[in-house]
């Protein structure tokens, strides 16, 4: 699913590393710290997204059918 005003997208290669990537660090992160990694990236991929209504929209999308 495209995201709202997205200035581009990744191509499914490209997700699928992503992916994984992130994947391999909630791993790492472990357990009982997953949710602190989790806020941590948010934070900062917000900050480099730099639109908090965007960032809300993300949010709302991501909640979906969860």
């Known amino acids: 699913m495209a995201l ?5 997208e990744l191509d499914v290669p490209a997700l699928e ?14 357990e009982a710290r997953a949710s602190i990694f989790l ?3 948010a ?9 908090a209504a965007r960032f809300r929209r993300h949010v ?4 979906r059918d969860l």
């Not at 709202?4 to 581009?8: D, F, L």
């Not at 590393?17 to 472990?30: K, M, N, R, S």
């Not at 934070?43 to 639109?51: P, R, S, V």
């Not at 709302?60 to 909640?63: G, Q, S, Y």
């Open 4 to 8: 709202a005003n997205a200035p581009s």
């Open 17 to 30: 590393d992503v992916y994984d990537t992130l994947a391999e660090a909630i791993d790492q992160a472990g």
């Open 39 to 41: 806020v941590k990236l």
């Open 43 to 51: 934070l900062l991929n917000a900050n480099a997204l730099g639109d």
């Open 60 to 63: 709302e999308i991501a909640l």
